[in-house]
């Protein structure tokens, strides 16, 4: 998780993030990022990367959405490591109200 939090940082804060959230949706918070935003689907399903939304938007596998939208995609090995950290549990250091510190 310690990996995680700073790809999710450099990469979808900008949209997904403390200040912004498109979509109504978060990933610097648990409860939102397990739970999903508007699309309406769970973009992460803890120890199942192949059912994780969340993993089609980031390799850019997925038909509608390609995340991030603009700027530097994330590399093979990134994605790699999100997939990894999700398939091992996604497991989430808490801090006040499940948000990475």
Same mark, same amino acid.
């Given at each position: 998780? %310690?990996?995680?939090?700073?790809?999710?940082? +450099?990469?979808?804060?900008?949209?997904?993030?403390? !200040? &912004? $959230? &498109?979509?109504?949706?978060?990933? !610097?918070? %648990? =409860?939102?990022?397990?739970?999903?935003?508007?699309?309406? &689907? =769970?973009?992460?399903?803890?120890? !199942?990367?192949? +059912?994780? *939304?969340?993993?089609?938007?980031?390799?850019?596998? !997925?038909?509608?959405?390609?995340? *991030?939208? %603009?700027?530097?995609?994330?590399?093979?090995?990134?994605?790699?490591?999100?997939?990894? /950290?999700?398939?091992?549990?996604?497991? /989430?250091?808490?801090? &006040? $109200?499940?948000?990475? %510190?």
């Amino acid at each position: 998780a %310690k990996e995680i939090q700073p790809l999710f940082a +450099r990469h979808c804060y900008s949209c997904h993030g403390p !200040d &912004e $959230q &498109e979509s109504s949706f978060r990933l !610097d918070s %648990k =409860k939102v990022a397990l739970a999903g935003g508007e699309l309406g &689907e =769970k973009p992460i399903v803890p120890g !199942d990367s192949a +059912r994780s *939304p969340l993993v089609a938007y980031i390799a850019g596998t !997925d038909a509608v959405l390609s995340m *991030p939208p %603009k700027g530097p995609r994330l590399t093979a090995a990134e994605v790699g490591l999100i997939l990894a /950290w999700i398939d091992q549990g996604a497991n /989430w250091p808490e801090g &006040e $109200q499940g948000e990475i %510190k």
